[in-house]
Structures are given as structure tokens and as C-alpha cells.
């Protein structure tokens, strides 16, 4: 199975997340010298609801054959987590040397062991700002990611129209008891933000990819259209960042976009043309977890190490040419060999993991 697709998308959805940070620290910026901020940040946001609705596709679509195996499930929880956990510890680490020896740049709580224990296990946990941040601070995603996983893990355990009715279930109703306030506690809380419902959207995106749904050509630029133009207009419903309302409506153009390209025609990724959106695609969770820390220390040596004439709008292509030569080089140098390492590793002491293939979930295959 070949989905150049996605990968294009993992990389529209972290240079999305780069372009973001470059206008809040451009923002920050501004507001020292008495001007104004150079452009909204706010849609390139969006860039985290696609990569859940990804994640909750990708996991379904690679999981189809795997469902009614305890090896099955414990294979999956392995495989995640040599993908999750080097990176994100070796981030975590520099994030926690820059706590300790210069906490003036930190928001970590200061002497708070459990902090910093909760922020390498993947465990929500407040910060001095009163929101729930780990030392390095993309990881928040990654917190509700570990949740989806272990319920995914979990369904892996039944047959597949089972599991999956217990993973749809099951989350459905942790938002349900965050929306209705029935869940105590800052870190039940957390799981419950609506924002999950983006890996149910995704999910439901995977398994139509396997019960044999697609776009034509046509179809899938209009639902394109249709996806960005909304994530464009600026509008979002009133009310906390965190409320249904406004998650959901993060949640539909990132699923719009997500369906035009899974289900739509793929690209020939054989193109030479395609192979730097292909590589920053490979190398799309390194810049998620890179980019806020060296856009942030960009920002704190722009004037002192630039001449003050420099325009601040260059910040932004200098942000994003730093921020993905930075993230290729740790992909190459880091994130790929030791994941490598580590399955090769892992391979050789599991046992074969059955395959079965289970019914179709939606009747017979159709097109779009």
C-alpha cells in the first residue's frame, strides 16, 4: 500500500505548524519595537487537527488485517512507541536542561519532580501558566496521542466491528462527559477535549479507504476547496478554544482535506518534482517537535545578532528554511537510524504476528 498522498499532507500540516509559530514570535516581536503583528496566525493552526485525522487514518487503514490478536495489539503498542518515544525524550531532555539551567526561558514549575516524570511518560500535567504542558511543549499532542493509541491497542483486541465500535465508543463518550462536566480532575479533562473526536473523523476517513471508497479527480479538488477555504476565512464559533463547537469546526475542513487526498487519485511520487514535499513528509514529526524551540530562540537573537534595519518579514522564510534543514538533518542523522535500530532489535526477539483479514465493514466496495 502506497500513499504518497498522506505524506504530502503530513507535510503541508508541519509546514502549517512552522508558519504558525513564525507569526507568534514575529507577533512578539512587533510588540517590543511598538508595531504591528505582520499577518493572523490563527488558521495555520490547523495543522494539528489534520495530523490527528492522519493519525486516526493511518492507524485504522495499516491496522485492517490485525484485529482478534493479543499479538496483534501488543505488536502495535511496540511499534508506536519506537516511533513516539527516542525523539520526543531526546526533545524532552534539551527541554529539561533549559528548565535547569536557564529557567527564565522555562514555564516548568520549578523543583517539581512529578513534572518532569510526567512529561518523559507521556501524562498530562499543569504547568506555571495553569495549562497542561510537558517540558517540551508540542508534546501536548503527543499526551492525547499515547490516549489513542491505547484504546486503538486495546480494540486490536476484538474483531474488527467490534474493536472498532469500541474505539468510536469509547472516546465518544470521554468528550461526552467532558461536554456534560461529569469528569473530575485536571488530567481526565484533558482526554476529554473535543479535539480527540479529529482521530474518530480520521478513522471513519480509514475505514472507507478499506472498504474500497474514492474521489475522482474532480471530487477531491472540490472537497480541497472546500477544506482550505474554511480553514482560511478566519471564522471560528464563539466560545473556549477547547469547546465542542470550536474544535469541531477545526475538526471538518482538516477531514475534507484529509478524504480529497486518501480517497482521491494519488500522486506518482516518482517524480523528482514531489521529492522535497516527500522528504519534509518523512521528516514531518522531527519539525513538529523542533520547530517551536528554534523558532523561539531565533526570536530571542533576532536584533542582537541581526542589523536592526533587517526586516522582520524575513524572519519568516529564514524561520521555516531553519526549521526543516534542522528537522531533515535530525530525521537523517537521528530519528531514522535509531528507529531502525530499534525494530530491527524488537523483530528479533517477538514472536510473528498473525495476519486476519476480517469482513468488510460498509457492504460492498463503491466508488465516488
Not at 471508497?213 to 474532480?218: H, I
Not at 475534507?256 to 522535497?276: E, H, M, N, T, V
Request: glycine share 8%; hydrophobic share 55%.
Amino acid at each position: 500500500m502506497k500513499l504518497p498522498n498522506i505524506q504530502i499532507l503530513r507535510a503541508c500540516a508541519a509546514m502549517m505548524i512552522v508558519v504558525y509559530h513564525c507569526g507568534i514570535e514575529t507577533a512578539r516581536l512587533s510588540a517590543v519595537s511598538g508595531g504591528s503583528r505582520l499577518f493572523d496566525e490563527g488558521p495555520w493552526g490547523a495543522g494539528v487537527p489534520i495530523f490527528f485525522a492522519i493519525s486516526g487514518f493511518i492507524m485504522v487503514v495499516t491496522s485492517a488485517r490485525a484485529f482478534g490478536s493479543l499479538p496483534a495489539a501488543i505488536d502495535f503498542m511496540r511499534r508506536r512507541l519506537i516511533r513516539i518515544v527516542p525523539l520526543y525524550w531526546l526533545v524532552t531532555t534539551g527541554a529539561l536542561g533549559v528548565a535547569l539551567f536557564a529557567p527564565h526561558l522555562s514555564k516548568a514549575p520549578p523543583g517539581d519532580y512529578l513534572y518532569i516524570a510526567a512529561s518523559y511518560l507521556f501524562w498530562p500535567y499543569m504547568r506555571l501558566t495553569g495549562d497542561i504542558r510537558p517540558l517540551a511543549t508540542p508534546g501536548w499532542t503527543l499526551n492525547l496521542e499515547m490516549l489513542f493509541y491505547i484504546v486503538f491497542a486495546a480494540s486490536l483486541l476484538f474483531r474488527r466491528r467490534f474493536g472498532l465500535a469500541l474505539l468510536f465508543g469509547s472516546l465518544s463518550l470521554l468528550v461526552a462527559a467532558r461536554v456534560g462536566g461529569l469528569l473530575s480532575g485536571d488530567t481526565l479533562n484533558f482526554w476529554g477535549d473535543p479535539i480527540i473526536l479529529g482521530f474518530l473523523l480520521g478513522a471513519a476517513v480509514g475505514i472507507a479507504y478499506i472498504n474500497g471508497y474514492r474521489l475522482s479527480g474532480l471530487s477531491a479538488v472540490l472537497m480541497m476547496t472546500i477544506g482550505l477555504a474554511v480553514i482560511f476565512q478566519s471564522w471560528a464559533p464563539t466560545g473556549a478554544e477547547d469547546a465542542l463547537g470550536r474544535r469541531l469546526a477545526d475538526a471538518a475542513p482538516a477531514t475534507l482535506i484529509l478524504i480529497a487526498l486518501a480517497l482521491g487519485p494519488q500522486i506518482d511520487d516518482s517524480r523528482k518534482l514531489w521529492w522535497p514535499a516527500l522528504l519534509i513528509g518523512d521528516a514531518s514529526y522531527s519539525l513538529y517537535l523542533i520547530q517551536e524551540f528554534l523558532l523561539r530562540l531565533m526570536s530571542l537573537g533576532w536584533h542582537k545578532a541581526l542589523p536592526a534595519t533587517m526586516s522582520l518579514s524575513l524572519f519568516i522564510p529564514i524561520g521555516i528554511a531553519a526549521a526543516v534543514t534542522v528537522a531533515i538533518t535530525m530525521y537523517w542523522c537521528f530519528e531514522k537510524p535509531v528507529t531502525k535500530w530499534l525494530n530491527g532489535m524488537s523483530k528479533r526477539q517477538a514472536r510473528p504476528v498473525p495476519e486476519r483479514i476480517s469482513a468488510p465493514l460498509v457492504g460492498e466496495t463503491a466508488a465516488v
